[in-house]
């Protein structure tokens, strides 16, 4: 019997990530502190008194108000889904059906995966042997439509800071490819932007081809609540909302989000402690005589082996768990380590042998 499912589903992989226990978990880029207890308790308090039975707002006004008010951003500008990865399916939706995603490679892995299930033309422009972004090949890239007037226009997808090797573009370089995408949807996916101090709301306030993507998940500690949001032009945001089910967003997310964002200076904090945590694993595995780690602006590394297999193995051995990068074209022997609290760095540090 053929299953009744389209070709483009049952050729693609299940998402590339397979759960493994261990007491040092540092693959998935999470905090590293659980939610402030506080906070949490606050939350719990608020949910009691809280109608479990009725449903939430149609499209959770009131977050979205908060979330524009943290942010400086216009309310109507704003889309809360459940957690940000829903969102990179619904912009290819809002976009890019029949149309082109073009992104670079290699990447986030969601971004192709959602383009090849949704049948839009995938284009990858291969990031520099540096790791750098090439805007310039980004740009011609949504030049050359192949001849096929039809196949213009789509969405962009770009990480900033890039997952999963951290590095950053110029804000130039940003309002370069903005300038050059004015028929596209240009997404800059800021998960990690805490952790590099960067921001693309100016660019995003001056391109209303341009949208943002923002989570809960990592800087804020929420990953395991599911709640993320754009930030896109009032014209935008109106259209994508038609896109999100409705009532969407639950009591307990939209409780949660509003008592973090009235106590946020618990990121600031933790987003310090993560850079300067970065910084000395980066230092410390200068002094490793096989590994090379590379530059980062995210609460992650990136590192080099002369094999990912044995380095993962060797780790785990000790009790750490790091996620393994190899299977990317470019990465070959690269591993990826979330950035801890300070012993579970120690725990990574001496398991590597530095
Ligand atoms: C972790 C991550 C996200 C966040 O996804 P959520 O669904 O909000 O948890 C988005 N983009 C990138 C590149 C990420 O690494």
């Known amino acids: 019997m053929t299953l009744p499912v389209r070709a483009a589903v049952l050729a693609s992989p299940d998402y590339p990530f397979v759960p493994i226990d261990a007491p040092i978990?540092?693959?998935?880029?999470?905090?590293?502190?659980?939610?402030?207890?506080?906070?949490?308790?606050?939350?719990?308090?608020r949910l009691s008194h809280t109608k479990w039975h009725r449903y939430t707002d149609l499209n959770s006004e009131a977050l979205c108000a908060a979330i524009a008010q943290y942010e400086g951003w216009?309310?109507?500008?704003?889309?809360?889904?459940?957690?940000?990865?829903?969102?990179?399916?619904?912009?290819?939706?809002?976009?890019?059906?029949?149309?082109?995603?073009?992104?670079?490679?290699?990447?986030?892995?969601?971004?192709?995966?959602?383009?090849?299930?949704?049948?839009?033309?995938?284009?990858?422009?291969?990031?520099?042997?540096?790791?750098?972004?090439?805007?310039?090949?980004?740009?011609?890239?949504?030049?050359?439509?192949?001849?096929d007037p039809a196949c213009t226009g789509g969405v962009i997808y770009l990480p900033q800071p890039h997952a999963p090797t951290g590095s950053i573009v110029t804000s130039s370089e940003l309002e370069?490819?903005?300038?050059?995408?004015?028929?596209?949807?240009?997404?800059?996916?800021?998960?990690?932007?805490?952790?590099?101090?960067?921001?693309?709301?100016?660019?995003?306030?001056?391109?209303?081809?341009?949208?943002?993507?923002?989570?809960?998940?990592?800087?804020?500690?929420?990953?395991?609540l599911r709640i993320g949001y754009a930030l896109a032009s009032d014209e935008v945001a109106r259209q994508l909302r038609k896109l999100v089910p409705p009532f969407a967003v639950s009591v307990m997310q939209t409780v949660a989000a509003e008592v973090a964002l009235a106590n946020a200076g618990y990121v600031r904090e933790r987003v310090d402690r993560t850079v300067r945590e970065r910084e000395r694993i980066a230092l410390a595995l200068k002094g490793h005589p096989s590994w090379k780690v590379y530059p980062s602006s995210a609460n992650f590394l990136l590192i080099r082996t002369p094999d990912a297999a044995s380095a993962s193995e060797q780790l785990l051995k000790a009790g750490v768990l790091v996620r393994r990068q190899d299977a990317y074209a470019g990465l070959e022997g690269c591993i990826r380590v979330t950035v801890g609290t300070v012993e579970e760095n120690d725990a990574f540090l001496r398991a590597a042998g530095v």
């Open 74 to 147: 216009s309310p109507s500008g704003v889309v809360v889904t459940t957690g940000s990865n829903v969102l990179i399916a619904l912009l290819i939706q809002l976009a890019a059906l029949d149309k082109r995603v073009v992104t670079v490679k290699p990447n986030f892995s969601l971004y192709g995966l959602d383009a090849k299930l949704l049948g839009a033309a995938l284009t990858e422009v291969p990031l520099r042997s540096d790791f750098s972004i090439d805007v310039d090949g980004l740009i011609s890239s949504i030049r050359d439509n192949g001849d």
């Open 176 to 224: 370069k490819l903005a300038l050059a995408s004015s028929e596209w949807l240009t997404v800059i996916d800021e998960a990690y932007h805490q952790f590099a101090g960067t921001n693309s709301t100016e660019l995003a306030r001056s391109f209303p081809n341009v949208l943002l993507l923002r989570t809960f998940s990592k800087a804020w500690g929420l990953a395991g």
């Open 25 to 45: 978990k540092l693959d998935q880029n999470e905090a590293s502190e659980d939610f402030p207890a506080h906070l949490k308790a606050l939350v719990l308090e």
